[in-house]
T-cell receptor, first 112, second 116 residues
Framework: ELKVEQNPLFLSMQEGKNYTIYCNYS?????LYWYRQDPGKSLESLFV?????AVKQEGRLMASLDTKARLSTLHITAAVHDLSATYFC????????????FGKGTKLSVKP | GAVVSQHPSWVICKSGTSVKIECRSL??????MFWYRQFPKQSLMLMAT?????????EQGVEKDKFLINHASLTLSTLTVTSAHPEDSSFYIC????????????FGQGTRLTVV
């Protein structure tokens, strides 16, 4: 069974701190996606990681992909309150692009 | 990035009635569109996959007679929730895939359905 596991599921951080969200998956997919979701909103695409060793950075967020370990990380640097949201990772199902299996999401709360 | 427009953003309907949700790709032709459902505080679960001009493929446990999907053109897919019940209340999100780009699917804004 294809699984995408995120941890932690809940993360409460103080502003200025660093932390990493982990995403493990069981498929052989070499493509992984990170999304942000604000309450009541749809998904906002953060990163598309297309190959082993891919690393992408945008602002205080950096994502990486290790397809051999089937692991992706989303690193948060010097967190700010505006980063509070739920973050999902997802992989393509059975090599069917666009057909995504999502992790359960990590609810991030950044406190002053 | 490409734009996918979903309409309506929210809808309240009475139990037993039907509701139609539209998903449009505004600036590209979507080879495939996907419909997801998200219950409160949960992740997204795929309901069905639709390809233009063919029948939708439903995930296990999703009633195809209750959730009617039509993908009549390369820019429009519709999801009709028939005979809605309160347990159908959820956040429905569509996404669209363009095969020649082959990078990612683009998500609509979502539709909050409340059945009373």
């Amino acid at each position: 069974e294809l699984k995408v596991e995120q941890n932690p599921l809940f993360l409460s951080m103080q502003e200025g701190k660093n932390y990493t969200i982990y995403c493990n998956y069981s498929t052989t997919s070499d493509r992984l996606y990170w999304y942000r979701q604000d309450p009541g909103k749809s998904l906002e695409s953060l990163f598309v990681l297309l190959s082993n060793g891919a690393v992408k950075q945008e602002g205080r967020l950096m994502a990486s992909l290790d397809t051999k370990a089937r692991l992706s990380t989303l690193h948060i640097t010097a967190a700010v309150h505006d980063l509070s949201a739920t973050y999902f990772c997802a992989v393509d199902r059975w090599g069917s692009q666009g057909n995504l299996i999502f992790g359960k999401g990590t609810k991030l709360s950044v406190k002053p | 990035g490409a734009v996918v427009s979903q309409h309506p953003s929210w809808v309240i309907c009475k139990s037993g009635t039907s509701v139609k949700i539209e998903c449009r790709s505004l600036d590209f032709q979507a080879t495939t569109m996907f419909w997801y459902r998200q219950f409160p505080k949960q992740s997204l679960m795929l309901m069905a996959t639709s390809n233009e001009g063919s029948k939708a493929t439903y995930e296990q446990g999703v009633e195809k007679d209750k959730f009617l999907i039509n993908h009549a053109s390369l820019t429009l897919s519709t999801l009709t929730v028939t005979s809605a019940h309160p347990e159908d209340s959820s956040f429905y999100i569509c996404s669209a895939w363009e095969v020649t780009w082959d990078t990612e699917a683009f998500f609509g804004q979502g539709t909050r359905l409340t059945v009373v």
